[in-house]
């Protein structure tokens, strides 16, 4: 995928450097442009019809869905406090449920640090700063139980790579 990924990239560039080369080499030559700028008004007319033509559609079918969470009593959050320490992190609460959003409540006791919150296999759900003076909120819904941490994604110290803390999520 990489791979692919520069390849194209260099074909892209190297297009894109010969339009600028033929440009540049074709804007010493005098021409008559007139024909040239009715055919691109022509089909500029066209696509502002063909742009409204789908745009207005799509836009009427898809504001239905808006807002994209329904209205109605919402689920009270679970709130799980979590205060960054150099080097560790105080969770307000060690065990949430599933289905239920979670409102992480992220602040910093000292410097800069970063909750990212992982699943089992490592993997990166969610992430937000934790900073002295703020709390930021971080919205969660767990839907599988099991065992979760919140681990640092800030530099912030010797012991940056510690701040490991469990979070267990169970069934309702
Ligand atoms: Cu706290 Cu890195």
């Known amino acids: ?5 520069w390849y194209l990239t260099v074909l892209l560039v190297a297009a894109t450097a ?7 080499w074709q804007s010493d030559l005098a021409a008559d442009y007139g024909g040239v700028q ?5 089909i500029r ?8 033509g789908v745009g207005v559609p799509i836009m009427a079918l898809t504001l239905w869905d808006l807002p994209y969470v329904r209205a109605g ?9 979590a205060t960054g320490f150099q080097w560790y992190w105080d969770l307000g609460r ?3 449920v599933t289905g239920q959003p979670v409102e992480f409540q992220i602040t910093s006791a000292d410097v800069n640090h970063g909750v990212g919150l ?13 900073m002295p003076g703020y709390v930021n909120r971080l919205r969660y819904t767990f839907e599988r139980p099991g065992k979760y941490r919140l681990m640092c994604l800030e530099y912030c110290g010797l012991a940056h790579h510690d701040m490991i803390s469990e979070l267990e999520v169970k069934l309702p």
């Open 18 to 24: 010969a339009v600028f080369a033929m440009v540049r």
């Open 94 to 96: 060690t065990s949430v």
């Open 38 to 42: 009715r055919s691109a008004y022509r």
């Open 45 to 52: 007319d066209r696509l502002f019809w063909v742009l409204l």
């Open 73 to 81: 009593a919402p689920a009270a959050p679970q709130v799980v406090t």
């Open 118 to 130: 992982y699943d089992a296999d490592t993997r990166l759900l969610a992430q937000a700063q934790a």
């Open 1 to 5: 995928m990489q791979e692919l990924a």
